[in-house]
């Protein structure tokens, strides 16, 4: 169980920092921002890819189950989603 936990995180770093390097700009984050932004966008590519590939049921996997490049196109999504949301100015 720890071990899982381990590599999740290190999973999520690896994948937060890669998806952090594709986005452009810049990200005020941590690491342990990065680490998450790489965990939950596992979760987020798992759960498109359970869509698009077949049997294409909506189904959410933990992120231990899918590949580099699917936790990859989740992060950026949710990197991209996140710099779109902050970067709004507001005017009054």
Do not use: C, E
């Amino acid at each position: 169980m720890i071990l899982h936990i381990i590599w999740l995180i290190v999973l999520g770093l690896v994948v937060g920092l890669v998806a952090r390097l594709v986005v452009p700009g810049k990200q005020p984050m941590g690491w342990v921002a990065t680490a998450l932004l790489g965990i939950i966008g596992s979760y987020v590519g798992g759960t498109l890819g359970s869509i698009v590939f077949p049997p294409h049921q909506f189904d959410i996997h933990p992120p231990i189950q899918h590949s580099f490049l699917g936790a990859l196109v989740g992060a950026v999504i949710l990197l991209v989603i996140y710099k779109f949301a902050t970067s709004r100015t507001k005017t009054l």
